[in-house]
């Protein structure tokens, strides 16, 4: 399990409404209001995008918004930072192919 | 514009002193920070802080920072978050950006406590998914109750890396590693006993060789180097890890200062880049200070005072608090910062060996390449005459070995078994006159955890040990499991004979084990035995 459900200092950690949204076309649950990275993060998923001229893996990396190594394109929009931009019910999440969205075969 | 007597950059420890020092005198402060909560490093820091009272000490960093935003609550402080500041031109005036939008602010005068980022190492494979800072580690876990990972590797061995390690071993990570090129643990020692005791093993002067992974980390590789930093073939170990963490410094976020115009200085002993400052945080620009972490890494307990300091000047530099009263309110925040800046760790013995402590004594060496005591520290620390309690019954024994800021042992001790003495660098010493009821308030107080209740004649062949415990699932009365040594190598079977927790003792719970007598003065912490299975 990748969640804390109980911390021996925190307690448990309070959450928001379960909520489901799409990523490359999978359907995948998280909480809302948490950062989009922290509920890709809970279903497993390392890779946020893909360097435009090597084509080189990124994922989380400072998780305060400074690196942009986790930007993907959320509701068609590029460049967004998944660790600080809160999770909505039904957002469509797509990991980001240099500036473009990857390619995806469903 | 919007118009302020006092513009606050930064809402952590530094800033939001500032601002309640300021707003307390009159002034209209306003507080930007570029992040959704409040409270810069603060919230990310589940530990209990080192320091004394007057430094809020052996309170946890979180909490620190609910009280530090109640209060700028009730000074009148305007807090605004998401909000970056972009720039600062002459005249005070600053551009921030909220969102989409700009705006500008324009003060008569400013406090910049910014705070640090982190430093980056590369290596082959560092920029694969699986490899994060130390401070994304920790917004993960403690902000956000996720796990960085399930088996992690961490490089630095300062605080950070070792605050860190063990956080991450608390939220439910195993921690396979701690690797530094530096010959010796660059952290306080206690803080390194706590995770070696766990069995975490440390590996001084290496450094990690390539994260392997084609899409993200699955393993990593690390060599031994030699005294000038190269890896020495032959010496490569691997490791099955999913996350590597970096904590190898932290620099100050001065640029802000940079563009004001402020006079810059060098200077590795504060981190980097730093503004020149005057002992209240005042910048080479009248009404210009800077506060916290920005002007120099330290710490919050520091933090929290440079801010008070530069938010009674700036206060006094508009005419809301006279000459005098400054300089009254500033002589005891200096005398509390001076403390601070004592001992092995203070700011002007970075980068210096230190052979002896104040007192004395031959430092541990064993603590600092491997992160626990030896034997021989044992005789030179802990058996002295002075240092043994010859009573039968309980009796603390205290591995704090080295000179740091902290005190909060002796204030914990109601019967006067523990001292450190004004200075607050001193090591603690046992006073054996005083009997100890066993209450257990050092060990719960201790910022450390380098505090243990020892009984060797618990019953026949038998001695008791209580040891603080801050981990999942609590144990159990009755429970059987495995005696660890400092080195966290297994003793043999330890039986829970006690457990307690209470609100005094701030979510530690104090484990008491049964283990024979022999081990008295080696167990130091317990395994519940499906751990030791699983390992
Ligand atoms: C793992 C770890 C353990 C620690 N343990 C201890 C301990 O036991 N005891 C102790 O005393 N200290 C400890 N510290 C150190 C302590 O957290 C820092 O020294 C302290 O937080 C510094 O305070 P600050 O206010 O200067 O900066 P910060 O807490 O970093 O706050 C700076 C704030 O400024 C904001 N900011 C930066 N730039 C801008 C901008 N342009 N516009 C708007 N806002 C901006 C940031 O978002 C941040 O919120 C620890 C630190 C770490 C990482
Ligand atoms: S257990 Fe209580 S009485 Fe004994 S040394 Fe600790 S604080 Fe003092
Ligand atoms: S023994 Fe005392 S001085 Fe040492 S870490 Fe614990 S509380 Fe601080
Ligand atoms: S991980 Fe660095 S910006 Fe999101």
């Not at chain 2, 009272?53 to 605004?80: D, P």
């Not at chain 2, 000047?313 to 005098?324: H, I």
């Amino acid at each position: 399990m990748t969640r804390i459900s109980e911390h021996p200092i925190l307690g448990e950690t309070e959450k928001g409404r379960r909520v489901t949204f799409f990523m490359d076309g999978k359907t995948i649950e998280g909480y809302a209001g948490e950062p989009i990275a922290v509920a890709l993060k809970a279903a497993g998923v390392m890779v946020h995008r893909y360097t435009q001229k090597a084509h080189e893996p990124r994922g989380i990396f400072c998780a305060i918004g400074r690196c942009t190594d986790c930007v993907m394109i959320v509701d068609g929009v590029p460049n967004i930072r998944t660790c600080i931009t809160p999770l909505v019910e039904g957002m469509k999440i797509q990991t980001q192919d240099g500036v473009s969205g990857l390619e995806v075969s469903e | 514009m919007k118009r302020y007597d006092l513009i606050v950059v930064g809402a952590g420890p530094a800033g939001l002193s500032a601002a309640i020092e300021a707003a307390r005198c009159g002034m209209r402060v306003a507080v930007f920070d570029e992040n959704a909560k409040p409270g810069g490093q603060l919230f990310k820091q589940i530990h209990k802080f080192f320091g004394s009272k007057e430094h809020q000490a052996k309170i946890r960093g979180y909490k620190i920072g609910e009280t530090l935003l109640a209060e700028a609550a009730e000074a009148g402080v305007e807090v605004f978050l998401n909000a970056t500041v972009a720039g600062i031109y002459l005249d005070k005036e600053l551009l921030v950006q909220r969102g989409e939008v700009m705006e500008h602010f324009k003060a008569d005068t400013i406090i910049i406590a910014t705070g640090a980022a982190e430093n980056m190492v590369t290596f082959e494979g560092w920029t694969l998914p699986g490899v994060i800072g130390a401070g994304a580690a920790q917004t993960m876990m403690n902000l956000y109750g996720i796990k960085p990972g399930q088996k992690v590797l961490m490089l630095g061995s300062g605080n950070v890396g070792l605050v860190v390690s063990f956080q991450l071993m608390q939220a439910g990570c195993e921690v396979v590693a701690l690797v530094d090129a530096a010959p010796r643990v660059g952290g306080y020692g206690v803080h390194a006993a706590k995770i070696a005791r766990c069995g975490v093993p440390f590996y001084l002067a290496h450094t990690i060789t390539k994260a392997e992974g084609s899409n993200c980390v699955t393993g990593v590789e690390i060599a031994q180097v030699d005294d000038d930093f190269a890896p020495i073939p032959g010496t490569e170990k691997h490791f099955d890890v999913d996350t590597i963490c970096l904590a190898v410094g932290l620099s100050p976020m001065s640029q802000l200062l940079k563009m004001a115009g402020c006079n810059m200085v060098d200077d590795p002993r504060r981190g980097g880049q730093v503004p020149q400052v005057d002992e209240n945080g005042e910048t080479s620009i009248p009404g210009l200070f800077a506060a916290g972490d920005v002007s120099g890494i330290e710490e919050a307990s520091s933090a929290m005072i440079q801010g008070r300091m530069s938010g009674l000047a700036a206060a006094a530099y508009l005419g809301f608090l006279s000459e005098q009263d400054k300089d009254n309110r500033l002589a005891d925040l200096e005398i509390a910062l001076d403390s601070l800046h004592q001992g092995m760790f203070a700011p002007g013995s970075k980068g210096k060996t230190i052979a002896k402590t104040d007192e004395g004594i031959a430092v541990s060496q064993s603590l600092l390449k491997k992160g626990y005591l030896d034997d021989a520290d044992l005789e030179r620390f802990i058996n002295r005459s002075d240092q043994t309690d010859k009573k039968s019954g309980i009796h603390p024994v205290i591995e704090c070995t080295q000179n740091i800021p902290c005190n909060p042992c002796q204030d914990a001790c109601t019967r006067g078994c523990i001292k450190v003495g004004k200075t607050i660098t001193a090591l603690p010493r046992i006073d054996a006159a005083n009997s100890c009821t066993g209450c257990g308030m050092c060990i719960a107080s201790c910022s450390g955890q380098a505090i243990f209740l020892v009984d060797e004649d618990y019953a026949p062949g038998y001695a008791s040990i209580t040891l603080p415990y801050e981990f999942l699932p609590r144990p159990q009365k009755g429970e059987l499991g495995i005696a660890l040594s400092r080195s966290g190598r297994p003793l043999g079977y330890a039986e829970i004979i006690d457990v307690r927790s209470a609100k005094a003792y701030d979510q530690t719970t104090l484990v008491t084990i049964k283990v024979p007598v022999e081990q008295a003065m080696t167990a130091r912490f317990y395994q519940p035995e499906t751990n030791a299975a699983g390992q």
